[in-house]
């Protein structure tokens, strides 16, 4: 299974950005899939989830501004970043599973892609 992220860039606070994740080597709709980030001296925390029937989950930290969703007939899943804080300043990696386990938690995503650096400037 292969996981690879497109988008992300350079954005001044407050403005938006997209990343997208597409899944190959496997069957997509089989999967829950999740965003992280890993920020420089900083563990690899959970930004967003989408579950295998569309339930949606997401980080306290950016509820309200990120939006999750996928596309299970291209096998893609989306993450679009709104009202960007530095804070959010972060190499963004897609996940998928095939685990069971709590949908937030990185050790039962067993499909990472390479990351996508996002900056968010001040």
Excluded: H
């Excluded at 925390?45 to 291209?74: C, H, M, P, Q, T």
């Amino acid at each position: 299974v292969q996981v690879v992220e497109s988008g992300g860039g350079l954005v001044q606070e407050g403005g938006s950005l997209g990343l997208s994740c597409t899944v190959s080597g496997g069957t997509f709709s089989n999967y829950k899939m999740a965003w992280f980030r890993q920020a420089p001296g900083k563990e690899r925390e959970f930004v967003a989830a989408i579950s295998l029937y569309g339930s949606l989950y997401y980080a306290d930290s950016v509820k309200g501004r990120f939006d999750i969703s996928r596309d299970n007939a291209k096998n893609k899943v989306y993450l679009q970043m709104n009202s960007l804080k530095p804070e959010d300043t972060a190499g963004y990696y897609c996940a998928a599973s095939s685990l069971s386990g709590s949908i937030s938690d990185r050790n039962k995503y067993n499909y990472w892609g390479q990351g996508a650096q996002v900056t968010v400037s001040s």
